[in-house]
């Protein structure tokens, strides 16, 4: 499976400091995330705000997604109040990855803050790239079967439910889903069938 590699002393703070901008200033309750490399090396660390802020900064994010035994997929519809994508359905958890934090720490720590999920099993799928508008993220891909019950716990998420794969197929391409999960569905809908 794919690791994060921290360094033994506390990464640099990033972007760095130049003649216009003299840099960052960590605040208590900060939320800080790794800055990576492709292959994991940790390089640095940011406040979460600037990884959004087109600076493109690499780190690493988790998606799980559920799928029950019938083959539907669980999504969340993201909050209108989320500063990326408001309203737009996108994978059932997906989140960044606290600086010094593990992969699978981050993965349960976000099923339970978005869902209060945390009896599942991950398996991992893969780690890839993906660039946005505003941002380049690492993404880490988990998924779990099972016949879970779950709803959404916090203001995060809008609304949640499970989808078949024909009513996600209908819906691609129409501004139902946000850009990250239309690509990634259709890289690994064959790989979350055959887990079935």
């Not at 869902?115 to 779990?144: D, H, R």
């Not at 016949?147 to 995060?156: G, L, P, R, S």
Request: charged share 25%.
């Amino acid at each position: 499976m794919f690791e994060l590699i921290y360094p033994v002393d506390p990464a640099p703070l990033l972007p760095l400091p130049t003649a216009e901008n003299p840099g960052i200033q960590p605040k208590v309750g900060m939320e800080m995330v790794p800055i990576v490399e492709e292959n994991g090396l940790v390089i640095g660390q940011a406040p979460r705000k600037e990884v959004h802020s087109g600076l493109k900064l690499l780190h690493p994010v988790i998606h799980l997604h559920i799928l029950n035994r019938s083959g539907e997929l669980f999504l969340q519809k993201r909050s209108k109040f989320k500063d990326l994508l408001p309203g737009k359905w996108d994978t059932a958890v997906g989140g960044h990855v606290d600086y010094g934090e593990i992969l699978e720490v981050a993965l349960y720590r976000e099923a339970y803050e978005e869902l209060a999920f945390s009896a599942f099993n991950p398996i991992y799928l893969k780690t890839y790239v993906w660039e946005g508008v505003n941002e380049k993220e690492l993404v880490n891909v988990f998924a779990t079967v099972g016949n879970f019950k779950i709803k959404a716990v916090n203001d995060e998420v809008e609304e949640c439910r499970y989808w078949t794969m024909d009513e996600i197929d209908a819906a691609l391409g129409k501004g139902v889903f946000t850009p990250n999960f239309e690509h990634e569905f259709s890289l690994y809908k064959d790989t979350l069938l055959a887990l079935l």
